[in-house]
């Protein structure tokens, strides 16, 4: 593809979000079976980040929570050092 792969790539480094004019672009772009091809591996590829940025921001919760029991728990802070 043209810039618009390139536009997939450089979208990795901001936040992952659903780009509808993108998609709806790239889609009327998809006139041969390389092209649908390569939009599949693009939306399946996005799809991938944003579950792998959901799970990273479950673990950050899940230690935050944890810290915060540790810390507020009976001698909890006293116990660290």
């Known amino acids: 593809m043209d810039r618009q792969e390139t536009g997939g ?3 990795g480094k901001q936040e992952a979000s659903y780009d509808y004019l993108r998609y709806k672009q790239l889609l009327a772009d998809a006139v041969d079976e390389t092209r649908r091809l390569e939009l599949i591996e693009i939306i399946v ?3 991938a980040r944003e579950r792998l940025e959901a ?3 479950a673990d950050r919760v899940a230690m935050t929570a944890m810290t915060v029991a540790r810390v507020l728990r ?6 660290s050092f």
Request: proline residues 7%; hydrophobic residues 5%; aromatic residues 0%.
């Open 55 to 57: 799970q990273r921001i």
């Open 45 to 47: 590829r996005e799809k």
């Open 9 to 11: 790539q450089e979208s």
């Open 74 to 79: 009976p001698g909890g802070r006293r116990e």
